[in-house]
């Protein structure tokens, strides 16, 4: 547990926060917050932070709650794994999940926890982690695909003092760069974390300064407890009493031969407060896919999904957490123990989201989203030029795929976007300019969305056209099971990934796969998947569905399959033909689902290599039984 240093302790007392000052304070908060990520975007070289703003800021109160952020940190688990001393002008940084509390879940991620003093005292935290590109490994990007330990995917590094006293740990620090492959990168983006945070730092003090300790810490007391007011209301008002509510999704694969997961939660309400309980999901998985989850960034999870889908007015804090209880047991997916592989955790970020949106939407159909792009996939390719000014050069490209989002009881799901709202698309002439590649085609796939009053977002096909020979790397899913509809919607199209070879040869490639070799003019398809439709598709307007098709976003026969809908391939409809078909559809149905997951499981097990050109991935097993251990 870590000792805070400070030379002036005595405790502060509260007062009373006028709505016009708290209004005032809460808005200058937002604004570090946001101030962190542009001090980032402008600092950092890496593509996947300053481009795709692949990173995650805090500002919290002296016990480490989260007051603003984009998710909880979770420095208080931070703080409880931190064995020293923590002093002002201290900066502190770790990459090992497993020696903060899984305050961040793969060793790419290097967190930053920085106390924040006034006059000697403590009066907050500022946090920030951004996932580098490199930190060394088997592979490039240190994302190996059939890594079976933490060892195998690059540098872990212990929580530590990055800075002491305000004094940079220069030995400590060459160490570390020492292990990777684009040290440059990982410099200028660690020392944007540092200047993010402490530019966070000092306009809390500013606040201080302004108004006075006493109010600051009140009114961050303030914010904390609206939101625990405003969420015991809408968990009573969503749940109810007593009721046990349970839903399952899966990860497809493990990236070693092993799948698919089956991922449950159940959901009690005892009173005011919420149970989220994991002890059903699959266990320990014998790949990367684990997310070692703790127990805070659930409850932030959950927290942002109900306020999103429910109040969106609400601040996103950890003042609510007091009201959920999470129970994940050991050795499982959610809680693997170590040495565990963990880079491919990404996965499992995203179907948290679909699996509270089946649980939510049980009781409340109206705010019921389908299951969409929950994850951030990604595409690598690295290599040394062999020709040119720039010959014998070392290029290393981290990139993060956009697909179909869900359809939403408010309307369509975007087309190509992606699961985190701050995150950005690489342009095309970014990658142009300083790869050896060109983007042959940055497209949405028609009919990928799933069909539904309200349709998922169609997935993107992106056809990269390598220059130079060298490697490339994939992590994806939903290759296997289906993005999931809802209300009567339609499941989402499946991703799937292939390279038209120079030679005029195609390889299908599995959705998880590394050191793939490539060679000037081959082609790769990253095809993503697209989005579970929302509401009943034969209530869709038959004329927005002609103009889709128009569009290019839904075929002609999209449109008759899935909405009932007789049109040209120019969009032109066929108003009689459209209501008799309609009508007949109708006519055949017995009832409209609340959830359609596609077909059964040991159907989709059955045709897997028939549909995909993939084998079907093994049934999960014990990671340290004889099977897995040979393999």
């Not at 939660?265 to 684990?290: M, W």
């Not at 032109?572 to 359609?596: G, H, N, S, W, Y």
Request: proline share 7%; hydrophobic share 40%.
């Amino acid at each position: 547990m870590a000792e805070i240093l400070q030379s002036d302790a005595e405790p502060i007392g509260r007062v009373d926060i006028d709505p016009v000052t708290l209004d005032i304070i809460e808005n200058a908060l937002r604004n570090a917050r946001h101030e962190m990520d542009e001090v980032l975007f402008r600092t950092a070289l890496s593509p996947g932070i300053r481009e795709q703003h692949d990173e995650f800021p805090l500002i919290a109160d002296p016990s480490g709650k989260m007051v603003v952020g984009q998710f909880g940190l979770s420095v208080p688990d931070f703080l409880e794994n931190f064995d020293g001393t923590i002093g002002e002008g201290d900066i502190l940084m770790t990459s090992d999940p497993y020696a903060c509390g899984a305050a961040i879940s793969h060793a790419n991620d290097w967190l930053l926890v920085v106390p924040i003093y006034h006059e000697g005292r403590l009066v907050g935290w500022s946090s920030m982690f951004g996932h580098m590109s490199d930190v060394g490994g088997k592979t490039p990007c240190s994302m190996p695909a059939d890594a079976r330990t933490i060892y195998e995917e690059g540098v872990v590094v212990p929580p530590f003092k990055l800075y002491e006293g305000g004094e940079l740990n220069e030995d400590a620090l060459r160490i570390i760069l020492n292990q990777v492959r684009m040290p440059d990168w990982n410099r200028a983006d660690l020392n944007g974390l540092v200047a993010a945070c402490t530019t966070a730092a000092r306009r809390v003090r500013e606040l201080c300064d302004r108004f006075g300790v006493e109010t600051y810490l009140s009114a961050l007391d303030a914010l904390l407890d609206r939101n625990y007011q405003a969420m015991k209301i809408l968990l009573a008002a969503l749940f109810e009493d007593g009721r046990t509510l349970e839903f399952a999704d899966y990860i497809c694969d493990d990236g070693c031969g092993y799948g698919p997961y089956e991922l449950k939660i159940s959901l009690t309400r005892h009173g005011e407060k919420i149970h989220l309980d994991f002890s059903h999901a699959a266990p320990q998985a014998v790949g990367p896919v684990n997310y070692f989850i703790n127990e805070n960034l659930v409850r932030m999870f959950f927290g942002i999904y109900v306020i999103t889908v429910a109040d969106p007015q609400i601040l996103w804090n950890d003042g609510f957490y007091p009201l959920i209880d999470v129970t994940i047991p050991e050795d499982s997916f959610w809680k693997p123990r170590k040495p565990a592989a963990l880079n491919a955790r990404n996965h499992g970020i995203g179907r948290v989201f679909d699996l509270f949106g089946g649980l939510l939407g049980q009781t409340n159909p109206d705010i019921l989203n389908a299951a969409g792009f929950s994850s951030s996939p990604h595409f690598m390719y690295s290599g040394h030029y062999t020709s040119g000014e720039r010959a014998g050069e070392w290029f290393q490209l981290y990139s993060i795929g956009f697909g179909g989002v869900p359809g939403r009881p408010v309307g369509d799901g975007p087309d190509g976007h992606s699961l985190w709202p701050s995150f950005v698309n690489i342009p095309c002439e970014y990658l142009e300019s300083y790869y050896p590649l060109r983007v042959e085609r940055w497209e949405t796939i028609a009919d990928s969305g799933g069909a539904g009053l309200h349709r998922g977002g169609n997935g993107v096909d992106v056809a990269y056209h390598f220059e130079e020979p060298g490697t490339i790397a994939i992590h994806d899913d939903r290759w296997l099971t289906y993005p999931w509809g809802v209300n009567g919607g339609r499941p989402g199209e499946r991703g799937r990934k292939w390279i038209d070879r120079a030679d005029g040869t195609r390889e299908v490639l599995p959705s998880k796969i590394h050191d793939v070799a490539v060679a000037p003019g081959d082609v790769l398809h990253f095809v993503t998947w697209g989005g579970g439709g929302w509401g009943d598709p034969l209530a869709r307007p038959a004329d927005l569905v002609a103009v889709e098709v128009l569009r290019g976003l839904v075929t002609p026969d999209g449109a008759r399959d899935g909405y009932g809908v007789v049109c040209s391939e120019g969009g032109v409809l066929d108003v009689a033909a459209t209501e008799a078909l309609r009508a007949q559809r109708a006519a055949e149905r017995t009832e409209i689902p609340v959830f359609d997951m596609g077909p059964p499981l040991p159907e989709i097990l059955a045709n897997c290599e028939a549909e995909t050109g993939l084998p079907a991935p093994r049934p999960p097993v014990d990671v340290r039984s004889a099977e897995a251990l040979r393999r």
